[in-house]
């Protein structure tokens, strides 16, 4: 058993879970818009839950290729309601994907069991804000922003310089009061990689994966699927499912997507595979 507690529930890591996703947001790739009504955001968690995922990440800022940075009582306005209205209808453990320190607290308060930071709690007060609400937190690579992000994304080893900051940043928690046991982390797939970055992290996941942490992959519909097999965002299905099975058999722990039935299904054929094995 690998039991890792998020608030009020605990998941067994040595399983793969899977982090369904909900933007909240006018503008992100796939979904925007789609979910900003609470109802309707109600409705698709309702219907994430029944199809097998033990994770709703809700995120009020879309961090897209080129994606404008939200205000923060703007912020603060989108996620805080739904993750209440989660919490009060769902037996499931809910993910805040932000980098603002006030977000984070705010959520903790109304029962998130999961802080997941694209800039890895760089932002001002982030780490303090983080260890203060004594969660889980999910530490992604991203090299520079969401706004120019995929501009030129350069490195002279995209697996070393990765793992190292990841690695960095883990202990940077630590020291700060956050538990070893509560860091997940994530090499950022499609924030400022080439297509070749990202085949080499995929590649080569286990290097990250030996550190001992649990790993999230996120490749749900990105460019990286669309660049290999010439599809638009609404037919990167099977392309996603490609990339995640993969990073499975190479360690990953928590899979974040948009379409959860089939990510289930097959995830959970390869871990009973695997166990019979």
């Known amino acids: 058993m690998s039991l890792m507690r998020f608030g009020d529930k605990s998941l067994d890591l040595s399983l793969p879970h899977i982090m369904g996703i909900l933007n909240v947001t006018p503008d992100s790739f796939s979904d925007g818009g789609l979910y900003s009504n609470i109802d309707r955001a109600l409705m698709h968690v309702d219907s994430m839950i ?92 991203m090299q520079g922003a969401p706004m120019n992000m995929q501009d030129n994304p350069v490195y002279d080893s995209v697996v070393d310089e990765v793992v190292g900051y990841l690695e960095t940043r883990a202990q940077a928690c630590i020291d700060s009061g956050i538990l070893s046991e509560n860091i997940i982390l994530d090499p950022g797939i499609g924030f400022g990689k080439s297509k070749e ?52 058999e190479r360690g990953a722990s928590i899979f974040r997507v948009h379409d959860v039935k089939s990510h289930a299904d097959v995830l959970t054929m390869m871990y009973r595979i695997k166990q019979e094995s």
Request: glycine share 8%; net charge negative; hydrophobic share 45%.
């Open 50 to 141: 029944e199809d097998g995922a033990t994770i709703v990440d809700v995120g009020g800022e879309s961090t897209r290729p080129g994606a404008a940075l939200v205000g923060l009582s703007e912020e603060i306005d989108r996620v805080i309601p739904v993750i209440e209205a989660i919490k009060s209808r769902f037996d499931v453990v809910v993910s805040v994907d932000t980098s603002q320190a006030v977000v984070m607290t705010e959520a903790a308060s109304v029962g998130a069991g999961l802080i997941n930071d694209v800039r890895a709690l760089e932002k001002s007060g982030a780490m303090i804000a983080a260890a203060d609400a004594k969660l889980p937190v999910c530490l992604m690579h």
């Open 197 to 248: 970055h990202n085949f080499q992290l995929l590649n080569q996941l286990r290097t990250l994966v030996n550190k001992k942490w649990p790993v999230l992959i996120g490749a749900s519909r990105k460019t990286l699927i669309g660049d290999v097999l010439n599809r638009p965002v609404n037919e990167r299905l099977f392309g996603t499912l490609g990339v995640h099975a993969s990073a499975m």
